[in-house]
């Protein structure tokens, strides 16, 4: 199988990990669309190391976020999307409007955390485990522990406001 | 919304999301191909036309430098060409710095701090830069119009008494506007390396 061949079939095989994290890391659809394709070139870019990664699935996380990451320090209103007419999965089935109501709320919440524990809630939420995202963001375990439960006391305060001043869960 | 609850809304999005039309193939390194076509256009032509119209002038003032013959004319070159060669010098390290970065080797958190190092650096070099600027401004015109025989006017006191306030004014509100221009941007990027600590 070619070089490009790979490539292509990772991307086709993670694009659902890449929108995610598009959508956790830019607000509009614009810019996710120029994030998504931004992960997609830098991830060609960077291909041969992953060929050589010991561990790839923890690579492509790591090339996704450093992406979103440096991208968006760059060029907060610059976007550089290529004109496809569709460059992002598109949703053909409609999901229940209550549950499309909480997950915008949940993608607004974490989009309102600092850029690394966007990354971090989003690994949590992948169902990695606190070893596996410390080995993917680059922070220890103790440190993941204590971001995790700052960013549930946030979440929780933010997304229900009234439970917290309550003292209800 | 207690974590579990999010983490079920998160698996059911995910499964919303492996359901979907996925993007064709072909198309996927076609948008490869054209991202690397459109960054390879986007080199920083500026700041390369920037750095080559500098060192044509810093060139222009080393080769006529003995042409000079008032001496405070001759401080206005070297001061000229020390900002000329120095200023893109420092300009092009920091960007180069800033895009050293290398998101396939390192975790987000490195690449985070080295970002906003280099960014800080990026944005403190562009600051001094501009009152350098408007230094070099300042003392662009009076060598200039010696060399293009006009002597006369600079040795008019007339010249220096509208030159000196106007010139020092200039450089005073550059100052205070790129001071407070970049605050903001330095001050959020040493925030965020706090939170990383």
């Known amino acids: ?13 993670n694009q659902g990990l890449i929108y995610k994290i598009a959508t956790i890391y830019a607000k509009e659809k614009a810019e996710q669309d120029d994030l998504y394709q931004e992960i997609v070139y830098q991830t060609w870019k960077s291909f041969d190391h992953f060929k050589k990664a010991s561990k790839p699935s923890t690579w492509l996380y790591r090339v996704g976020m450093n992406t979103a990451i440096t991208h968006l320090n760059k060029s907060k209103k610059q976007l550089n999307t290529l004109p496809f007419d569709q460059v992002t999965i598109q949703f053909s089935e409609s999901i229940d409007s209550e549950k499309e109501e909480k997950i915008q709320l949940l993608y607004a919440q974490i989009r309102k955390l600092n850029l690394l524990d966007r990354g971090i809630i989003f690994l949590f939420l992948e169902e990695k485990t606190y070893e596996e995202i410390a080995e993917i963001s680059g922070i220890s375990v103790s440190n993941v522990g204590t971001r995790m439960s700052r960013i549930r006391q946030k979440l929780k305060s933010e997304m229900n406001p009234k439970s917290t001043t309550d003292g209800t869960r | 919304m207690e974590l579990d609850e999010m983490k079920s809304l ?9 359901k979907q039309d996925k993007i064709q193939k072909e198309l996927l390194m076609e948008i490869t191909k054209q991202k690397f076509r459109s960054s390879l256009n986007s080199v920083r032509i500026p700041e390369i036309l920037g750095s080559i119209v500098c060192a044509g002038y810093a060139m222009y003032f080393l080769s006529r430098f003995s042409d000079f013959e008032i001496w405070y004319n001759q401080v206005f070159a070297l001061v000229n060409i020390f900002i000329m060669i120095a200023l893109p010098v420092a300009s092009l390290t920091a960007i180069k710095g800033m895009r050293s970065v290398r998101i396939d080797l390192e975790a987000p958190a490195v690449i985070l701090e080295k970002f906003n190092k280099s960014k800080i650096r990026f944005w403190k070099v562009q600051r001094y830069g501009m009152i350098l600027g408007a230094v070099l401004l300042f003392t662009l015109i009076p060598p200039l119009t010696e060399l293009n025989g006009s002597i006369e006017k600079i040795q008019n006191p007339t010249f220096w008494m509208i030159y000196i306030p106007s010139g020092l004014l200039f450089i005073f509100l550059l100052t205070r506007f790129v001071y407070k221009k970049y605050k903001g941007t330095i001050e959020a990027s040493e925030k965020m390396l706090r939170q990383i600590d």
């Open chain 2, 10 to 18: 998160w698996a059911d999005l995910s499964l919303q999301v492996e």
């Open chain 1, 1 to 13: 199988m070619s070089k490009e061949e790979q490539f292509v079939n990772l991307i086709h095989e």
